[in-house]
């Protein structure tokens, strides 16, 4: 068990918001799910890895829901996987938001974000990573191709 871990408060459905996100991410998996009286009870405790880094989620009621205030970040390679991600978390009731942020259908904040954004972000000009910039804060889903363009445009 890693010293430090993230803990997540779930209203209900913390043992499939774990499966669904270790489904999406290289080297992720359920470690463990202890349920209230047994095998046959309800779950409380879900102990998952996404890309190698270990969550605990509990079904612990509605007192503490999720807030933009947290949110996982996930770095992305290229176009398809910004894609794939995205959709798969905003699928069944999640919501996009702004910027590469979206909402999965649990209420858990996810920022899906391009590798490429970052390089964009760090241009030696000024003047295309504030052109990048300016394009990304007008998009909810980080589309690479327009970031390219719009820091190209000057």
């Not at 398809?80 to 702004?98: F, K, N, Y």
């Not at 259908?105 to 590798?115: C, F, V």
């Not at 007008?138 to 390219?148: H, Q």
Request: with cysteine; hydrophobic share 45%.
């Amino acid at each position: 068990m890693q010293k430090v871990t993230t803990f997540l408060w779930y209203d209900d459905g913390a043992e499939d918001a774990a499966a669904l996100y270790v489904s999406l991410l290289p080297d992720s998996r359920i470690l463990s799910v202890d349920r209230m009286g047994g095998d046959g009870g309800t779950v409380l405790l879900v102990r998952f890895v996404l890309a190698g880094v270990e969550y605990q989620a509990m079904n612990a009621g509605p007192q503490f829901p999720f807030t933009e205030a947290a949110s996982i970040m996930v770095l992305c390679d290229d176009q398809a996987e910004v894609d794939r991600l995205w959709d798969a978390l905003i699928a069944d009731g999640g919501a996009p938001s702004q910027c590469g942020w979206l909402t999965d259908r649990w209420g858990l904040s996810w920022q899906i974000t391009p590798k490429r954004l970052m390089e964009l972000q760090r241009d030696p000009d000024p003047g295309r990573a504030h052109r990048a910039n300016e394009a990304m804060l007008t998009m909810a889903k980080i589309d690479i191709s327009a970031l390219e363009a719009a820091a190209d445009a000057g």
